[in-house]
């Protein structure tokens, strides 16, 4: 899905507790999403909707995995 969504790098980051850039940064991806391509004849594009091109996704130079603790049984 594209749009603002909290399943961006910030919601698996070690780093979003102390992040001061994570608004910065869902607010670049959205303006990334929202590209359009102009096709010539006058009409646009979405480029997310050009199914034989990956989505782009910005990747932080801060962000640090998060480690899940497993449980277990």
Not at 6 to 23: G, L
Not at 43 to 49: A, E
């Amino acid at each position: 899905m594209y749009g603002y969504s909290e399943k961006t790098q910030c919601s698996s980051c070690e780093h979003c507790k102390v992040c001061s850039f994570k608004e910065q940064f869902q607010k670049a991806q959205n303006a990334v999403d929202k590209v359009t391509v102009s096709l010539g004849d006058r009409s646009l594009k979405y480029l997310r909707d050009f199914d034989w091109i990956k989505k782009v996704e910005l990747e932080c130079t801060y962000f640090i995995s998060a480690k899940f603790a497993t449980r277990e049984s």
